[in-house]
Nanobody
């Protein structure tokens, strides 16, 4: 599985961005998908995840109510809609996939995209 993330950019605080992650291969619908982020000098942190069916979603407390993860299995794509962005959301955002259910643990993910930079100015 190859993952390609896109949609990052520079936005003012309070603004919105939508990240996309498109997967290659025909087994996308069997993978749970997650978004993680890494700010300079910090560890990679869990942001959001969605089950293979899209039925279940999970969020870090820091983004709950502001970010929404969704997926379109027909398009092999997972999205992260980010609203009410804050300067502390600035990071490189990565999408990842796994066939398990350990959604918040980055070590459980098998495949990673290349990352897309999100910068939120104050």
């Amino acid at each position: 599985v190859q993952l390609q993330a896109s949609g990052g950019g520079l936005v003012q605080a309070g603004g919105s961005l939508r990240l996309s992650c498109t997967a290659s291969g025909r087994t996308f619908s069997t993978y749970a998908m997650g978004w993680f982020r890494q700010a300079p000098g910090k560890e990679r942190d869990f942001v959001a995840a969605i089950s293979w069916s899209g039925t279940n979603t999970y969020y870090a407390d820091s983004v709950k109510g502001r970010f929404t993860i969704s997926r379109d299995n027909a398009k092999n794509t997972v999205y992260l809609q980010m609203n009410s962005l804050k300067p502390e959301d600035t990071a490189v955002y990565y999408c990842a996939s796994q066939q398990g259910r350990y959604y918040r643990d980055s070590k459980q993910y098998d495949y990673w995209g290349q990352g897309t930079q999100v910068t939120v100015s104050s």
